[in-house]
């Protein structure tokens, strides 16, 4: 990267630099991309994990940003099927709630017309019968009725890493652990960036024409090395999710439900577990360090308990957790959950462009406004006229055939026949399918060239070799959080294969026991810091 000239550095491995990156080079830029952290590693690994389309910004009468987020829904289900999976989503009514049936109603078809929703996934109006037959936890004696509706669930992490993996198809360059240092400068234009590899303290710089910077939280820190944070700051929030075993919060479709305190929470099956959320409060501490302490622990699990009467989950049920940050955009007087979540551009005197706010459902139209911007640069400056934005039309890595969900399902079950008679379940083919797609063939490849030991760890060990060598994994915590999600979705699983995967990695890189024991340290802080949660969290 240091011997060359690049159109366009892009600050930041989220979701937004990576649709940005695929954006940018698609239409014909040289990119480069630099994440200070592993892909994925702030904002985007930590969402709610939903494509949606924003229901409750109808209430706030943004009715933009949900015709935006909502037809951007079908098309990233489009783009990758085996990641953003079709997912009923139940709206309780209840006494005193925050939704009537009058204005559900109203607002799931404006929801529908606005996100051009058709066929099976139009909202259906439930009576409390209907309800109940779907979700019996619900609660009987306040319970009304509930909006029916689609919506669709993810794994940002992934989303972010087949949107990464898909912009080199088009000549991008990508670095994890590189962290921007300074900008370098020409004529006193931003005219690329210095950078330090983490892995080795070494910097160099990378020279480019123009840089973005989608750094999530960190932009303005970056605004202010570039001397530019000026008007329009960053006001972040923190958003807290729970993980518990299924059979503790057996609920058979996601929910999406109202908590005493006005605001609405999910509830979402996934595969083993369930997970709840979210929290929206003020944060201002340690952007790298962002955790679930005792007090969200207790507000998520309060609510859960007041809407479902026959589950009662404690403190001890939790089996994992994330924390993460919104990067939103600053209003006067309004609190953590009526800031806007519109995308905002900064273009600072020296030409940095920088991106912040927004939803993960929307981050490809994100991208192409932001790439527009670039792109009249372009012709203004080099006389060079860019294509328009057609990242609609590019399938993610692993979606080689899915023209729909189904054929994922149709594909699962393959999968599942050519595993099954190793002793593997359907979850264990639908846990490689909802990841990784068809790229699930090369794993299989992989775990057949190993002969020896259990099945799973096998497989696993083929997962990683396949996330090493295609997928920049640099250490466990990449492999076990980012990439696979195991952390949060299977943390009894890690647990078994932490030192089989520790081994596997002192093999692959040649690293002696000091540094091995290191990792081992950081992964069992990990596996305490997500799942155990006494008085010091208060």
């Known amino acids: 990267m240091s011997s060359e000239s690049f159109d366009l550095v892009v600050i930041g491995g989220g979701i937004t630099g990576a649709g940005i990156a695929l954006d940018a080079s698609s239409r014909g830029l040289k990119v480069a991309l630099v994440e200070k952290g592993d892909f994925a590693s702030g904002t985007s690994s930590k969402s709610t994990k939903l494509i949606h389309g924003g229901l409750r910004y109808l209430k706030q009468f943004d009715f933009w940003l949900v015709k935006e987020v909502g037809s951007e829904r079908a098309i990233v289900h489009k783009l990758a099927p085996h990641l953003v999976i079709p997912e009923k989503m139940l709206l309780p009514l209840i006494e005193n709630g925050s939704y009537g049936k009058w204005l559900t109603s109203i607002g799931l078809k404006v929801y529908d017309i606005l996100a051009q929703v058709s066929g099976d996934d139009k909202r259906q109006m439930l009576e409390k019968k209907e309800a ?3 979700e019996p936890l619900l609660p009987k004696k306040i319970l009304k009725g509930a909006g029916y509706y689609a919506e669709y669930r993810t794994d940002d992490a992934r989303l972010t890493i087949e949107n990464l993996k898909t912009s080199l198809l088009f000549g991008a360059r990508a670095l994890n652990y590189a962290s921007v240092e300074d900008f370098v400068y020409k004529k006193d234009k931003v005219a ?5 590899d983490v892995l080795t303290d070494k910097t160099f710089k990378i020279k480019s024409k123009y840089v973005i910077s989608a750094a999530g939280p960190w932009v303005d820190e970056l605004r202010s090395k570039n001397n530019s944070k000026k008007g329009k700051q960053l006001h972040l929030t923190k958003g807290v999710h729970l993980v518990f075993p ?8 996601s929910v999406y439900f109202d908590i005493p305190d006005g605001r609405m929470m999910f509830a979402i099956p996934r595969g083993k577990i369930t997970y709840i959320g979210t929290t929206d409060t003020n944060y201002n501490k340690d952007k790298d360090s962002v955790r ?9 699990i309060s609510a859960v308990n007041n809407m479902f009467p026959k589950i009662e989950l404690e403190m001890e049920d939790i089996i994992s957790s994330w924390a993460g940050l919104r990067p939103l955009i600053h209003e006067e007087g309004k609190s953590a959950s009526e800031l806007s979540r519109k995308d905002e551009i900064f273009t600072s005197d020296t030409g940095l462009v920088s991106i912040a706010g927004g939803k993960l459902t929307g981050y490809r139209k994100m991208a192409e406004r932001v790439v ?3 792109a009249k640069k372009m012709e203004e400056d080099h006389d060079t006229e860019l294509k328009e934005c057609f990242t609609d039309k590019i399938a993610l890595c692993g979606n080689v055939d899915f023209k729909k969900y189904k054929h994922v399902k149709k594909y699962i079950k393959q999968v599942f026949e050519r595993i099954e008679k190793n002793g593997f379940t359907e979850h264990d083919a639908w846990f490689l399918v909802t990841n990784y797609g068809k790229q699930t063939d090369r794993i299989l490849e992989y775990y057949q060239e190993l002969n020896d030991g259990d099945v799973h760890i096998r497989m696993t060990k083929a997962e990683l070799r396949f996330c090493i060598e295609y997928e920049m994994v640099q250490n466990p915590m990449d492999f076990f959080i ?3 999600g195991r952390l949060y979705f299977d943390i009894d699983g890690m647990r078994t294969l932490l030192d089989p995967i520790l081994e596997e990695f002192k093999k692959y890189f040649d ?7 290191a990792w081992r340290s950081t992964l069992e802080a990990e596996l305490d810091d997500h799942s155990n949660f006494s008085l010091d969290r208060a």
């Not at 690329?192 to 330090?196: H, L, T, Y």
């Not at 679930?292 to 998520?300: H, N, P, S």
């Open 482 to 484: 980012r990439r696979t």
């Open 511 to 517: 690293l002696n026991d000091t540094k091995i024991n």
């Open 192 to 196: 690329g960036v210095e950078v330090k």
């Open 132 to 134: 109940l037959k779907l």
């Open 292 to 300: 679930t302490d005792l007090a969200d622990a207790i507000y998520l």
């Open 372 to 374: 527009n911007r670039i």
């Open 246 to 253: 299924w059979e503790k919060l057996p609920v058979k479709q």
